[in-house]
């Protein structure tokens, strides 16, 4: 069963930073994309951030050039670095992860509030 931690949420004043991480439980982490989504209060989730399996990234448009996805092999894990944040960013910021059958995981969120 695959079985996610994540942790670095919490509240930050607008322009601060953040790191979220997401170690997962995963059988050959390396084979899988992984990606972090958000969900805003009363908005729909949507994807913030992905990093295949190559190593290649992309990322929303709100988002390019304030935050940057990576991942360690090594450790199983994904890491979110946000920074010059926004009130707007405010969300439950999940892990997720995706294999070549399709595959979906999500980890159980973390809140990040971006608020003076």
């Known amino acids: 069963q695959v079985q996610f931690v994540e942790s670095g949420g919490g509240l930050v004043q607008p322009g601060g930073s953040l790191r979220l991480s997401c170690a997962a439980s995963?059988?050959?982490?390396?084979?899988?994309?992984m990606g972090w989504y958000r969900q805003a209060p009363g908005k729909q989730r949507e994807l913030v951030a992905s990093?295949?399996?190559?190593?290649?990234?992309d990322y929303a448009d709100s988002v390019k050039g304030r935050f940057t996805i990576s991942r360690d092999n090594a450790r199983s894990t994904v890491y979110l670095q946000m920074n010059s944040l926004k009130p707007e960013d405010t969300a439950v910021y999940y892990c997720?992860?995706?294999?070549?059958?399709?595959?979906?995981?999500w980890g159980q969120g973390t809140m990040v509030t971006v608020s003076s």
């Open positions: 997720n992860a995706l294999n070549s059958r399709l595959q979906n995981y």
């Open positions: 995963i059988n050959i982490f390396r084979l899988y994309a």
């Open positions: 990093i295949t399996s190559g190593s290649k990234t």
